[in-house]
């Protein structure tokens, strides 16, 4: 099940460019006026697109003006929609509407909308509603965004549910060469719970399996930017699979995000070209601290379109 946006995804890739995602979308929020006490806890960046869609909608603007290839939806916490609020099926259509209406009203209706989740949370029952839910939601692809956990057997159940949709299914791991990083000295906490023992081989196998599974692309996001150097080439001994990064800029705070402003983004397009260079990034982006004006530049930088 390949959309047009999606296949003009798998054109860059093929030709040699790099595709970009967009940056953070969750503190972005907080950048067009939506309080970050509200975007806190089990519905982060989820709460805005019940509460404001307009400012939900105005991110992904900003996204499709930098340039992004691929926005992606206010779902990353869908698992924390309340029963007794808007249903799951209506609240994962809306997230896509929204991104796509953004990108038309700019003139840009090629660019990807990818469905965000954060599957670590989700149960069997739960994964198989939301699964539903894709299908007649119809995103260009899903991103099952900071996993953490990789089981010792390699089966992941909740992504192969994802996987029946028939949508192209991207994964990224918060995962360095030493395991799962505790980033609690940056405000992050260890959402997986107890991180698992270091073994910086267990995702070099994961990739293998993942790819075997069907899996269309393998990531690593919500690190900071200095932990991502050396995975993409430790990955890339083990799947022919596109690989991608987009990393964190600045510090989780409860509630909100603190942003690095000693970073600028040329700083920030310097490391993706670093990544796409070096690294061997396909795909690059930014997860949360990182802004419209980095994403602009890593655009320019890259020659990406």
Request: proline share 7%; net charge negative.
């Amino acid at each position: 099940m390949r959309s047009d946006p999606y296949r003009r995804l798998e054109s860059i890739l093929r030709s040699g460019g790099v595709v970009v995602l967009d940056g953070g979308v969750g503190s972005e929020l907080q950048r067009v006026g939506f309080s970050q006490d509200r975007n806190v806890g089990e519905l982060w960046g989820t709460v805005a697109l019940l509460e404001a869609p307009e400012l939900a909608k105005e991110v992904h603007r900003r996204y499709v003006r930098a340039g992004a290839d691929v926005i992606t939806t206010h779902t990353w916490r869908i698992d924390g929609v309340n029963a007794d609020g808007p249903t799951l099926r209506t609240t994962a259509r809306r997230a896509v509407e929204i991104a796509r209406e953004a990108a038309s009203e700019l003139g840009r209706p090629e660019t990807a909308v990818a469905f965000s989740v954060w599957p670590e949370p989700l149960s069997p029952a739960f994964t198989r509603e939301l699964a539903g839910s894709l299908v007649e939601a119809s995103p260009d692809l899903i991103l099952a965004e900071t996993v953490e956990t990789i089981p010792p057997d390699l089966r992941f159940s909740t992504l192969e549910l994802l996987l029946e949709t028939g949508l192209p299914l991207w994964v990224s791991f918060r995962w360095t060469v030493d395991g799962p990083p505790d980033l609690r000295h940056q405000g992050i906490p260890p959402y997986a719970g107890t991180l698992q023992k270091a073994d910086g081989s267990l995702l070099v196998r994961a990739a293998t399996a993942l790819e075997e599974r069907g899996v269309s692309a393998l990531l690593l996001n919500c690190l900071p930017r200095e932990l991502v150097v050396g995975m993409l080439p430790l990955l890339r001994g083990a799947t022919s699979l596109p690989l991608g990064v987009y990393p964190n800029v600045g510090t989780y705070r409860d509630p909100g995000w603190s942003f690095d402003d000693d970073v600028t983004p040329a700083d920030y397009a310097g490391d993706a070209a670093r990544w796409r260079d070096v690294e061997g990034a396909q795909i690059v982006g930014g997860c949360c601290g990182t802004t419209p004006e980095y994403i602009a530049a890593v655009v320019e930088t890259l020659g990406a379109r």
